[in-house]
């Protein structure tokens, strides 16, 4: 069986975003074995699994990702949108477009501690699509 749908999620603004529960909403009953794939339809933004117990780990991968892809640098050419998005491009090829998730048990194999992340690295931002698409 293959299960496919397209959600957007509207989280507007710059940051680490926490979405596993809006995308366990947007499913329907899992299969006991398989694999969900996701996959973010835009080049300024991105998904990954991470920490979603301490908010701070959100808070430093934004610094981070800052210090190492800054706004403003002269080597950057591609301007016209503003300060934050050839970095957004950047970020976004860094983080990944895609992630797939086991399903084990008729639930998401996530780690004790792993959440699902949409990484919005524009400062402001309509809402993102994804693609769910799951297989068993």
Known sequence: MIYQT?????????GYHLITHQIIENLPSMPEKGLLHLFIKHTSAGITLNE???PSVRTDFESFMNKLIPENDPVYTHTMEGPDD??????SSLIGNS???????????????????????????SSRKIVLTMYS
């Open 6 to 14: 397209e959600i957007s999620v509207n989280v507007g603004v710059r």
């Open 52 to 54: 979603d117990a301490d």
């Open 86 to 91: 050839m970095p957004a491009h950047l970020k």
């Open 99 to 125: 992630v797939t998730i086991p399903i084990t048990g008729g639930r998401l194999n996530l780690g004790t501690w792993q959440g699902i992340y949409l990484c919005e690295f524009r400062n402001y931002s």
